[in-house]
C-alpha cells in the first residue's frame, strides 16, 4: 500500500513549487511548530503514565518519557509491526510480567485518543458545516464514524448482559484477562482527567502544530473545516495500511485538504514538514531504546 501511494505520488506531483514553498517556509513559525509538537508528545506521555500509575505500575514520568522517545525511534528509524506501542507495553511489562496490565494501558489511551479526535472532527465538521457536512465524502466519513460511534457505546451499555458475558466467557483466557484490565480504568475522574488530556494533545499537537505549519508556508486556513479536516486526516491516517503510515499520511493531506480550498502543494509541503519533525524529535529516542535494548536483550516482545 505505502510504496503504490508513494509511487502515485512521484508520478502525479510536480515537485518544484513542493520544494520552492518548504525551502522558504518561515523559520520562526518551524521553530514554534516544532515546540508544539514536542509540548503535545508530552502531554502523550503525561496520559500514559497515569494510565501506568492507575495499574499500580511503578514506573517514574522520567521512564515513562524515555521509554516513549524509544518508541518514536523505533516507529521512525526501525521499521518493523514491532511498533511503538508493542515496545512501550513490553518494556513496561517485563519488570513485573504483567504484560496484559501494561498492554492494556497503551489500548486504553490509545482508545480514548481515537473517542476524542472523533468527537472534535464533529464538533467543528457541524461548525463549518459548508465545508464539510454539506460535501459527500466527508458526509460518508461522518456517517461510518457515526456509525462507529454506535456500535461502541453498544458494546460498553452491553457487556454486564448475560448473553454478552456468556460469549465473553468463550474468549482464550489471555485474551478475557486482557478486556478485564480495559474494564477497571472506569473511574470517571480518570475518564475525565484523560479525556481532558487528550483533547488538549488533540488541539495543540496536531491542530496548532500542523496549522502554524501551514501559517510557516503562507498559506490562508479556514479556521473550522481545517481543524475538521485535520482530525479526520488523523484518524485516516493511524489506519494499519502501512509501516508508520508511510505514503498514507501524506496522499491523505494531498487528498483531503484541497477539498476546503488548501492548495495541494501546500497540503503535500506540510505533510512532508511533518514527516521530517517526527523523524528529527525522534532521534531523541535513540539512546534509550539501544539501553534498554542491551539491557533486556531485546530481538522481539
Request: charged residues 15%; positive net charge.
Given at each position: 500500500m505505502a510504496v503504490t501511494l508513494i509511487s502515485l505520488l512521484v508520478r502525479n506531483?510536480?515537485?518544484a513549487p513542493i520544494w520552492s514553498e518548504v525551502a522558504q517556509a518561515s523559520l520562526p513559525l518551524l521553530l514554534l511548530a516544532l515546540l508544539l509538537?514536542?509540548?503535545?508528545?508530552?502531554?502523550?506521555?503525561?496520559?500514559?503514565?497515569?494510565?501506568?500509575?492507575?495499574?499500580?505500575?511503578?514506573?517514574?514520568?522520567?521512564?515513562?518519557?524515555?521509554?516513549?522517545?524509544?518508541?518514536?525511534?523505533?516507529n521512525n528509524f526501525l521499521p518493523s509491526f514491532f511498533g511503538g506501542d508493542a515496545y512501550q507495553s513490553?518494556?513496561?511489562?517485563?519488570?513485573?510480567?504483567?504484560?496484559?496490565?501494561?498492554?492494556?494501558?497503551?489500548?486504553?489511551?490509545?482508545?480514548?485518543?481515537?473517542?476524542?479526535?472523533?468527537?472534535?472532527?464533529?464538533?467543528f465538521g457541524f461548525l463549518g458545516y459548508d465545508h464539510i457536512f454539506a460535501k459527500p465524502l466527508f458526509a460518508w466519513f461522518g456517517i461510518g464514524l457515526f456509525l462507529f460511534m454506535l456500535v461502541n457505546v453498544a458494546l460498553t451499555y452491553g457487556?454486564?448482559?448475560?448473553?454478552?458475558?456468556?460469549?465473553?466467557?468463550?474468549?482464550?483466557?489471555?485474551?478475557?484477562?486482557?478486556?478485564?484490565?480495559?474494564?477497571?480504568?472506569?473511574?470517571?475522574?480518570?475518564?475525565?482527567?484523560?479525556?481532558?488530556?487528550?483533547?488538549?494533545?488533540?488541539?495543540?499537537?496536531?491542530?496548532?502544530?500542523?496549522?502554524?505549519?501551514?501559517?510557516?508556508?503562507?498559506?490562508?486556513v479556514p479556521i473550522?473545516?481545517?481543524l475538521a479536516t485535520v482530525f479526520?486526516?488523523?484518524?485516516?491516517?493511524?489506519?494499519?495500511?502501512?509501516?508508520?503510515?508511510?505514503?498514507?499520511?501524506?496522499?491523505?493531506?494531498?487528498?483531503?485538504?484541497?477539498?476546503?480550498?488548501?492548495r495541494p502543494e501546500s497540503a503535500l509541503a506540510v505533510a512532508l514538514l511533518v514527516r521530517f519533525i517526527q523523524i528529527l524529535v525522534s532521534l531523541v529516542g535513540a539512546p534509550f531504546f539501544f539501553r534498554e535494548k542491551k539491557t533486556y536483550g531485546m530481538d522481539g516482545p
Amino acid at each position: 500500500m505505502a510504496v503504490t501511494l508513494i509511487s502515485l505520488l512521484v508520478r502525479n506531483v510536480d515537485w518544484a513549487p513542493i520544494w520552492s514553498e518548504v525551502a522558504q517556509a518561515s523559520l520562526p513559525l518551524l521553530l514554534l511548530a516544532l515546540l508544539l509538537y514536542v509540548i503535545g508528545l508530552f502531554m502523550c506521555i503525561e496520559r500514559w503514565w497515569r494510565a501506568a500509575q492507575f495499574k499500580k505500575f511503578s514506573m517514574t514520568f522520567r521512564n515513562a518519557t524515555e521509554y516513549y522517545f524509544a518508541g518514536l525511534f523505533l516507529n521512525n528509524f526501525l521499521p518493523s509491526f514491532f511498533g511503538g506501542d508493542a515496545y512501550q507495553s513490553y518494556i513496561l511489562g517485563k519488570s513485573e510480567k504483567r504484560y496484559p496490565a501494561a498492554i492494556s494501558t497503551v489500548m486504553f489511551t490509545r482508545f480514548i485518543g481515537l473517542w476524542t479526535t472523533i468527537i472534535l472532527f464533529f464538533v467543528f465538521g457541524f461548525l463549518g458545516y459548508d465545508h464539510i457536512f454539506a460535501k459527500p465524502l466527508f458526509a460518508w466519513f461522518g456517517i461510518g464514524l457515526f456509525l462507529f460511534m454506535l456500535v461502541n457505546v453498544a458494546l460498553t451499555y452491553g457487556y454486564a448482559h448475560p448473553r454478552c458475558q456468556s460469549l465473553f466467557d468463550r474468549l482464550p483466557g489471555r485474551l478475557r484477562k486482557f478486556f478485564k484490565e480495559i474494564d477497571r480504568y472506569a473511574k470517571w475522574t480518570f475518564l475525565r482527567e484523560n479525556f481532558a488530556l487528550a483533547t488538549a494533545f488533540a488541539i495543540v499537537g496536531v491542530g496548532l502544530f500542523n496549522l502554524v505549519l501551514f501559517y510557516a508556508l503562507g498559506e490562508h486556513v479556514p479556521i473550522f473545516p481545517y481543524l475538521a479536516t485535520v482530525f479526520l486526516i488523523s484518524l485516516v491516517s493511524s489506519l494499519p495500511v502501512s509501516i508508520n503510515n508511510i505514503g498514507f499520511k501524506e496522499w491523505a493531506y494531498y487528498t483531503f485538504f484541497p477539498l476546503i480550498g488548501i492548495r495541494p502543494e501546500s497540503a503535500l509541503a506540510v505533510a512532508l514538514l511533518v514527516r521530517f519533525i517526527q523523524i528529527l524529535v525522534s532521534l531523541v529516542g535513540a539512546p534509550f531504546f539501544f539501553r534498554e535494548k542491551k539491557t533486556y536483550g531485546m530481538d522481539g516482545p
